[in-house]
Structures are given as C-alpha cells and as structure tokens.
C-alpha cells in the first residue's frame, strides 16, 4: 500500500478555517470589514506573514475583496464558496449535521410539492431515466449512488425554481463533500438499496400523478429514513474515534 506522510497544518490554513466558519456562522457577513494584517496577527499571536497568506489564500476562493487603502472585506458568498465553507462547518461543528438534514427536507419536500404541480413531459423522462439507471446499478450490484443524486436533481429541476435549483445544488454538494463514507456504507447495508429505490418511485408516481400532497408525504418518508442511516453511521464513526 502505497500512504501519504501526514503533514501538519499549516498556520495560515488555520486562520483561513477560522474565517470561513465566521462567516459560515453569519459572525462575518458580506461587507464586514477584516481587522487589519498586523492587529490580527497580535490577536491570534502569529506571523503577520501567516496572515497575508490567509487572505491571499481567502481572495482567491473569492470570499474576501483586498482593496488598497480602504482594507479587507467580506465578499458576497457565490454558490462554489458557501459549499466549501458549509461542508467545512459540518465536518468540524458536531450539531450542524443535524442541521443540514433539517434544511434538506424542507427544501426537498416542497421542491417535490411543486414539481408535482409544474414538471414537464421533458421533467418526468429525466427523473425516469435515473429511476431506471438506479435498477440497473441494483441489478448489477453497484451503489447506485450517482443515479439517485441525478434523480433528486432532476426534481428540483422540475419545479422550474432558479433560486431553489441554487439552494439544492450548494445543499446536495455540501452533503457530497461532507458524508461521502456515510452515504456508501448506507447503500452497502443489505436491503437498503431495494427499499431507497422503492421510496423514489413512490415520490416518482405521486409527481407523475400530480397529487401534491403524496410527493411531499413520500418526500419526507425518504429523507427521514436517509436521515437515520446517515446519522447512525455518523455516530458509530465518531464513536469509534473516541474510544
């Protein structure tokens, strides 16, 4: 096997973490002035070079705007920047995992409200295309994994909501990044890839229906099963670290 030498981390991507879960946390908001070079150096007891670093390192992830003679300032967060420091925040915060299933089905639920009402001959074809490639990975043994991010996909898509589409894709990104193991080891449980196929055809047929209050209800059904799996595999990984 072929391994890595673990490096330390280094001072500035310290102080770049710690700036990006202010923001994450809304204690930095777009257009909050950063204190200046040499005063968070004294704050934070490091190198004022560590500190240009990490705003050099923050302007190019374009969450920070230098401008010369006025200071440093926090830039308005594109979709890229806040799932980078989402997925940061929730890898390191214990609560936030919580918290971002929560999110999730109230988006999903309702994105599968209003694809109910406003999906198109075109809308329906896609989400049963991935429907159909999530059977074949099942009958072929694969995770299958892939095919049911595409479908989820393409229902938001099916509500022909801009705003949300932004909102699911920073989401469903953030989750990606995040519980990456956890989604696999979920899928790998026996059964389960039969039974989270069955609870995307039933969202499917209520869509398809039109019947608004079965695709929220089978919405939430999914989510919340998807919820314990990932959860429980969660907590079973941090209990094995802490032991």
């Known amino acids: 096997m072929d391994f890595k030498p673990i490096k330390a981390k280094k001072i500035y991507e310290e102080i770049v973490d710690q700036i990006k879960s202010m923001i994450?946390?809304?204690?930095?908001?777009?257009?909050?002035?950063l204190l200046p070079e040499r005063e968070l150096a004294e704050r934070m007891q490091v190198?004022?070079?560590?500190?240009?670093?990490?705003?050099?390192?923050?302007?190019?992830?374009?969450?920070?705007?230098?401008?010369?003679?006025?200071?440093?300032?926090?830039?308005?967060?594109?979709?890229?920047?806040?799932?980078?420091?989402?997925?940061?925040?929730?890898?390191?915060?214990?609560?936030?995992?919580?918290?971002?299933?929560?999110?999730?089905?109230?988006?999903?639920?309702?994105?599968?409200?209003?694809?109910?009402?406003?999906?198109?001959?075109?809308?329906?074809?896609?989400?049963?295309?991935?429907?159909?490639?999530m059977k074949q990975d099942i009958n072929k043994q694969d995770l299958g994994e892939l095919a049911d991010m595409k479908f989820h996909y393409a229902l938001a898509d099916s509500a022909h909501n801009s705003l949300l589409m932004r909102l699911m894709n920073t989401i469903s990104e953030t989750m990606k990044n995040s519980l990456r193991t956890a989604r696999q080891q979920l899928y790998l449980t026996p059964n389960t890839p039969q039974r989270l196929y069955d609870e995307h055809v039933a969202i499917y047929e209520?869509?398809?229906?039109?019947?608004?209050?079965?695709?929220?209800?089978?919405?939430?059904?999914?989510?919340?099963?998807?919820?314990?799996?990932?959860?429980?595999?969660?907590?079973?990984?941090?209990?094995?670290?802490?032991?």
Not at 95 to 115: F, G, M, P, Y
Not at 223 to 232: Q, S
């Open 206 to 243: 209520a869509v398809v229906r039109g019947d608004v209050q079965e695709a929220r209800n089978n919405m939430m059904v999914h989510l919340t099963n998807v919820e314990k799996g990932l959860v429980l595999d969660n907590e079973n990984k941090n209990s094995k670290l802490n032991n």
């Open 47 to 133: 190198g004022r070079s560590a500190v240009r670093e990490a705003y050099r390192t923050l302007e190019a992830l374009g969450i920070i705007e230098i401008r010369p003679g006025e200071g440093t300032f926090v830039r308005e967060i594109g979709t890229k920047s806040m799932t980078d420091i989402m997925s940061l925040v929730v890898m390191t915060e214990k609560d936030t995992l919580s918290e971002l299933l929560e999110l999730r089905k109230i988006i999903e639920v309702e994105a599968a409200a209003l694809a109910a009402v406003r999906r198109t001959d075109d809308d329906i074809k896609t989400m049963k295309l991935w429907l159909d490639q």
């Open 24 to 33: 994450a946390s809304g204690t930095l908001t777009t257009g909050d002035k």
